[in-house]
């Protein structure tokens, strides 16, 4: 069964930092990249970046350049999203999703982490 | 930066086709995804390459995309299509959504 399963919700204090886990089963974790998107309280989808897992490769949207850092663990299958720098305005659901096809469309989503900061 | 244009809201009677449209600057030279988010889920998957329809997504979904508009179709709305709804579009190895767009059937 596909799956993308997240570590739970975070609470933190400004200035703090977060790691979020995303762990895959039912494929071939080194074979699609995992891209990040957050969404706000009643706001709409932000994508943050993405990471090949078997290369290493990653690439971050601007905004999020100095403050993201993606890795992947292999041997277990699991992405991680490091945020430092909190502020309020990180506060958040942080989603995982797997890009998959020639177009690298979402379609495999995690459940969600919620950090409130 | 690519700037995607959604209508806040759209209303439809149940039974009938909605549309919800993304625009953006030739945004038919890009291949365009739809994604269906409910309450407190994940979203999902509902077109991608502009018309394709995944496994598992019903019929009543359609996309399309020329010029500078994209557009989903919900024919035959009902009440489980209420959600919001989001395209999104890669641009030089970024992804860019556009801001979405709630869904009401009444």
């Known amino acids: 069964q596909l799956r993308l399963v997240q570590s739970g919700p975070e609470m933190k204090k400004p200035g703090a930092s977060v790691r979020i886990s995303c762990e895959s089963s039912g494929y071939i974790f080194n074979n699609y990249v995992i891209s990040w998107v957050r969404q706000a309280p009643g706001r709409g989808l932000e994508w943050m970046a993405w990471?090949?897992?078997?290369?290493?490769?990653?690439h971050y949207a601007e905004e999020f350049q100095d403050r993201v850092t993606l890795t992947t663990d292999t041997s277990s299958n699991t992405a991680y999203m490091d945020m430092k720098s909190l502020t309020a305005d990180d506060t958040a659901i942080y989603f995982c999703?797997?890009?998959?096809?020639?177009?690298?469309?979402?379609?495999?989503w995690g459940q969600g982490t919620l950090v409130t900061v | 930066s690519f700037e995607l244009a959604q209508p806040h809201s759209v209303s439809v009677s149940p039974g009938q086709t909605a549309t919800i449209t993304c625009s953006g600057d030739?945004?038919?030279?890009?291949?365009v995804c739809w994604y269906q988010q409910k309450s407190g889920q994940s979203p999902l998957l509902l077109i991608y390459?502009?018309?394709k329809r995944p496994s598992g997504i019903p019929e009543r979904f359609s996309g399309s995309n020329s010029g500078n508009t994209a557009t989903l179709t919900i024919a035959g709305a009902q009440d489980l299509d209420e959600a919001a709804y989001y395209c999104q579009i890669w641009d030089s190895r970024t992804a860019f959504f556009g801001g979405g767009t709630k869904l009401t059937v009444l």
């Open positions: 030739i945004l038919g030279n890009k291949y």
């Open positions: 999703a797997r890009e998959y096809g020639d177009g690298n469309w979402f379609d495999l």
């Open positions: 990471i090949s897992p078997y290369k290493g490769y990653t």
């Open positions: 390459q502009d018309s």
